[in-house]
Structures are given as C-alpha cells and as structure tokens.
C-alpha cells in the first residue's frame, strides 16, 4: 500500500485543541484544581467554543479533566505514571506504526522533499512550519499502519512538540529533525526494526522533557 502525503489530511479541530489542552497538563502548565473556561480558551486559540467543548470531552474520557455543565472543565491531579502511561501508548503504537511503514516501504518522497527544507533551514527554521511538518510526518506513518483503530487511538493521543518547560522549542524541533531524518531513512530502505528502534527512540526522547517539566512544576 503506497501511503501518498497529499493523502494525509490535517487534524480536526477538537483533535488540535485537545492536543494542547493535553500537553499543558501533562507538562505540568495547568494545575490540579484550575478552571478551564470555555470562552478563554476560545479567544486564546481562536476558535469557536465547539471543538473546546469536543476537545473537553475527549480529555474527560481520559480522566485528565472533570467536566462542568455550560462552564468549562476542572483539571485532575496527574502523576509521572500519568505521562509514562500516555507515551508508553504511543511508543508501542506508533513504533509499530514505523515497522509496518517501513515493511510495506511507502511513498516518503513527499516528506523526504520537507525534511530537506527543514535541514536546510537550521538556526533560521520555521516553528509554524515545523509543526505543519511534524503533524504530517507523524500522521503518514500513522496510516501507513493500514489500521483504524490504531489511527483512531495514536490521533487521540496526539499532543504535539513535547519540549515542556526545560528544553527550548527551537532545539528540540531541531532535534526531532535529526530523529525523523533516521526514521525516513529506515523507512525508504525498509528497514522494519530501524525504523521502530527510531520512533521509539523519538517518542522516549519526549517523554523524558515532559517528565522533566512536570519534575520543575511540582518544585
């Protein structure tokens, strides 16, 4: 099955939201006991209340959030096993994802040709475009994985560039084009293991900065 990137569509709004929402909490930004209001989100984001009201729910089934009728949410006290839980997820899924993108050896070429652009850009790179890119990245081997639960679980999981409070935005979205330049590289020479070593590697690496942010917000 040849995966192409024109294929891979962006995330719908309540899952960008979500995202967010989810990596403040995990990182520690929002606290146990913080209101979330609905209308404050909206105008920091900049989207209407209906994908926060969707998003509020997606955090609610994972019991990061409490929700409150017509107000907002409540966030729930969360602990190290709370973001080791969360992506040890998606270090098995999504490694997984890599092995079988790898295996069927997909079509990168698309994601090769933005690899490219981002190593070129260095110092100098782009963080809106970084992020278009590494939603796109993720997502085209999500659904090389050629399996709807699995897509519909990782997406949910999504949080976005997991920098926290102690890495800098810009060296670790440097750092995740290192990492995701080993991963296509196994992938166009469908090199399974490699490429599943590599993810898992990438997403370990992020786990570890929010667990440090998360270390930082509790001193």
């Known amino acids: 099955m040849a995966v192409k990137l024109e294929a891979v569509q962006q995330l719908p709004m309540r899952y960008k939201v979500a995202s967010i929402v989810r990596k403040a909490i995990l990182a520690g930004e929002y606290f146990e006991g913080e209101e979330l209001s609905l209308t404050a989100l909206s105008q920091q984001l900049g989207v209407s209340r209906t994908p926060i009201r969707e998003a509020f729910q ?107 409070k102690t890495v800098k935005e810009l060296a670790h979205c440097m750092q995740s084009v290192k990492e995701h330049r080993a991963i296509l590289e196994a992938v166009r020479n469908a090199d399974a293991e490699g490429a599943k070593k590599a993810m898992q590697a990438h997403l370990i690496r992020s786990m570890n900065n929010i667990l440090d942010s998360y270390t930082v917000s509790k001193q």
């Open 58 to 164: 997606m955090l609610e089934e994972e019991g990061l959030i409490s929700l409150r009728p017509n107000k907002g949410a409540i966030v729930k006290g969360i602990s190290e096993k709370t973001i080791k839980d969360h992506f040890d997820t998606r270090i098995v899924l999504e490694g997984e994802c890599a092995y079988r993108a790898a295996e069927k050896k997909i079509d990168v070429t698309g994601l090769i040709k933005m690899q490219n652009d981002m190593e070129e850009a260095g110092n100098t790179l782009d963080l809106n475009a970084f992020k278009k890119y590494n939603q796109a990245f993720h997502m085209l081997i999500w659904q090389a994985a050629d399996n709807e639960k699995i897509l519909s679980i990782v997406t949910s999981l999504w949080n976005g560039s997991s920098f926290g």
